[in-house]
C-alpha cells in the first residue's frame, strides 16, 4: 500500500514575526500588506500587523495617534467591535501627539516606544506585556519589489545575491544598509522566506559559506544564525564538522555587525528554534554543538551556544560539567548562568554546582562570591552559597590543607581555551507605558 503524500499549499503556509511580533507607537511602522513582517535581523522594527489575543482569542486592533481620556472607564468589548477609524467618536477617546490605542477583548494598551512582545531574557523592571502574539502572515504574491528590486520567479537569486556581496548596493534602500548590507539581503529573504523565490534566495547564500573572501562567510554565517532553517544550512553544519576535525578556527565579521560570526552560533539558533517534528538536521546540530563544548577545538563558546545547550537539554549539560569544564576550566559561571537562564530544574541547577565543588572545578569563594550576589535571590544560589560555605570552613579547619582536588592548570593555546562573552543587548526603556 502506497502512502500518499498531501503538497502543502502556499496559501496554506503562514509566517511569524520574531519575538512575538512588535508593537509601539508612532515611531513604529505598521504596514498595510498582510505578509509585509519584522524579519530577523534587518534592523527595520516593523509592527506585527496580525496579533492575537492569547487569552480572548480576538485580533487584536489598533490606530495611531489616540488613547482613552484620564479618568474614563473604557470597555475593551466596546471599542473591539468598532472599526478603529470611528474610535474618536466614542466618548472615552480622544486624539493624542503621539502614541498607538491597541484594543482585544479582554485588554486595551496604550503604547508609545517600542517593545518585542516575547523577550528570551526579560529584565524584572519591564513591564508586564500584554498578551498577544503574531497570528502568522501569509506568503507574499509571487511578484513583489523591494526597494526598488524585482522579486519574484524570474529574478536570478544567485546573480543578486553575488552582486550585493560584490559590492553592488539599491538605490531606494536605507542609509545604514550601504554598510550593513548583510542585513539587507536578511530584509530581502525575510519578504520572501517560505516561498520558492525564497528557498533560491537561501540557497544563493548557501554557496559563500567557507568563501575565499571573510566578508562573504560572515555575511553567510550572519544570514544562517537569523534563518536557521532556511534550505542550505547544511553547509554550515560541515563547516562545523570540518573545523572541529582539523582545529581550524572559524571567526568572521560581517560587515556592520558588533559581534563575530562562527557556525555555533547558527547551531545554537537551530536549536533554540526547533521545530517539531525534528529533522536530522537538527539532530546533527545537537550533536555537534555537543562535540564543540567536550573536546578542544577553536571555535569559540559565547554565551548564546551554552545558553542553546542548557535550553535544548538542561539535563545533560548539568550531568557532563566535567568533561566541558576539562576544555574550558573559565567556563563555570557561563555554565551556571545558562542553567539558570534556561530555567532548569532547581535540582539540575543544583547537580552542576555541586558537581564543580566536589571535582575540584572552581574554589569554594568564587562559587561563594557567585552564588551570593544581590540580584540572584533564587533556592539554587541559596543551596550553592551554604554548600560553598561548607567546604570554605572545611577547607580553614584542616589548615587550608584540603584534600580536594585543586583545578588542573590552564594549559595549551589561548585561543583554544578562550571564551567569549559578548556583552547583554541593551534594550530601550519605554517612555509611557502601560494597562489604562
Known sequence: MQDHVVAERDEDKVRFCKDGGIIGGTVVRIPADPWIRE?????????????????????????????????????????????????????YVERCREGRLYVCRCTIWLDTATHSLVVPYPDPDDPVLPPWRCAGHPLPPSRITVDGVVLGPETDMVELVDGVIGGWRPSRAL????????????????????????????????????????????????????????PGVSGVLELTARALETGLELCYKAPGSREPENPLRVLAARLSAHRQPADERETSARELLRRALTTPSRLAVTEDVMRAAARDDPRWLAEHVAEVLAVRPQGWIMLLEALEDARAPMELQHVAGMSMLTLGLVEPKALLRWARKPWRPSPQGSLLAEAARDALTGSKRSGGRSDERRPAPVTGDPDVLAIVRPARPHRRRPLVDGHL
Open 39 to 91: 524579519a530577523p535581523g534587518a534592523f527595520t522594527e516593523i509592527g506585527c500587523s496580525r496579533l492575537r489575543c492569547t487569552d480572548c482569542g480576538a485580533m487584536v486592533r489598533h490606530r495611531e495617534r489616540v488613547c482613552c481620556r484620564a479618568g474614563t472607564e473604557p470597555d475593551p468589548r466596546e471599542l473591539c467591535a468598532v472599526e478603529p477609524s470611528q474610535w474618536c467618536r466614542l466618548p
Open 175 to 230: 542609509a545604514m544598509y550601504q554598510v550593513r548590507w548583510p542585513a539587507w539581503l536578511c530584509r530581502l529573504h525575510g519578504e520572501i522566506a517560505g516561498s520558492a523565490a525564497g528557498d533560491a534566495f537561501a540557497r544563493a547564500m548557501a554557496r559563500h559559506l567557507g568563501s575565499a573572501d571573510p566578508a562573504a562567510t560572515g555575511a553567510a554565517l550572519y544570514f544562517f544564525e537569523r534563518f536557521p532553517h532556511a
